[in-house]
């Protein structure tokens, strides 16, 4: 059993950042591959980051590359999503989400357990 909270969230203005933190539970948490989510009001949930159990890989939706970063300490039972250049389609509830491989997947169906999530406002 993994449980996952998220914090960080908030609202900030366009071209700003934030740091969101997912926290993690359990002593087995270097063997989950995680991912971010997010759902935007009216819409539905959706890929954002996923990093592998190891740190060694990970990928991005194309709406984010090359402005959010997605990480992890093992050490700290904690991944991480460094947003910057934030948008205000960028504002959505952003979810964690962990699952027991090695690698990460964009199929949220195939995450094993999720946080409560924690909301971004980004204004224009």
């Known amino acids: 059993q993994v449980q996952l909270v998220e914090s960080g969230g908030g609202l900030v203005q366009a071209g700003g950042s934030l740091r969101l933190s997912c926290a993690a539970s359990?002593?087995?948490?270097?063997?989950?591959?995680m991912g971010w989510f997010r759902q935007a009001p009216g819409k539905e949930r959706e890929f954002v980051a996923a990093?592998?159990?190891?740190?060694?890989?990970?990928s991005y939706a194309d709406s984010v590359k090359g402005r959010f970063t997605i990480s992890r300490v093992n050490a700290k039972n904690t991944v991480y999503l460094q947003m910057n250049s934030l948008k205000p389609e960028d504002t959505a509830v952003y979810y964690c989400?962990?699952?027991?491989?090695?690698?990460?997947?964009?199929?949220?169906?195939?995450?094993?357990?999720w946080g409560q999530g924690t909301q971004v406002t980004v204004s224009s």
């Open positions: 990093i592998s159990w190891s740190g060694g890989s990970t």
């Open positions: 359990g002593r087995t948490f270097s063997s989950y591959a």
């Open positions: 989400a962990a699952v027991q491989s090695m690698s990460g997947t964009v199929f949220q169906g195939e995450y094993d357990y």
